[in-house]
């Protein structure tokens, strides 16, 4: 068996999610509040720091549970954990523009004959936006073709660097509310959002992406790790 040490010497890792503070910034609707950091105990009156968490299960680096969309949807809690660590293949999409919609096409020209039961990635270059308006507005989205092509390869947990599957157009004010969110979250698929892949990072990489384990709730925040042979 390796030791501790000799795991780190042979793996390179990286940190594939954005910071979280009050400053981090939140999905531009109403319902969305800003994270807050509440002081309880501090060292000078009780000796030890202690803080209150106020934050959304949709803030940040996140995981989507089906039940975010789906009625009866499996809840966070009920995910099998190995949705979220195991190998990965990283797609590089990093010349979609704004607005760009992600085509079968595209994916006919990759080789995603072995995600099949694996976490697939999908860079964008988005997370460079991180923060900006833009970053909900304008970004790339999949498909609806686009997405049942890529459920029909049945791959395991899907993520991105982007806020949503979905065109932003296409949102509860509009006539087609999130129709990639429902396929994927319909079929079982957790999402991954919002990651930070701003990293160089290779294209077959594990990832680990664990969950709180929040009882029935529809989401959760995660410290997304990757990690590569060096």
Known sequence: MLSLNSYKENNIFYDLSHEISPD?????????????????GTLENAGRRTTHLHIGTHLGTHIDAPSHFIAGGESIDKLKIDHFIGSAIVVNFDHFDQFQEVQ?????????????????????????NFGKDIYYSNQPYFSISACEYLLSRNPKTIGYDLAMPDDPRNGQSSDCDSPAHKLFLGAG???????????NI?????ISCTPLKLKDLDGSPVRCVGWSNG
């Open 104 to 128: 079968v096409s595209d994916l006919e020209q990759l080789d995603l004959s072995q995600i099949s039961g694996e976490i697939v990635i999908f860079k964008f270059g988005w997370s460079n």
């Open 189 to 199: 698929v957790p999402l991954l959002e919002n990651l930070n892949l701003r990293l």
């Open 24 to 40: 981090t910034s939140t999905f531009p609707v109403w319902w969305h509040k800003k994270v807050e950091f509440e002081i309880l």
């Open 202 to 206: 290779p294209k077959e990489i594990n």
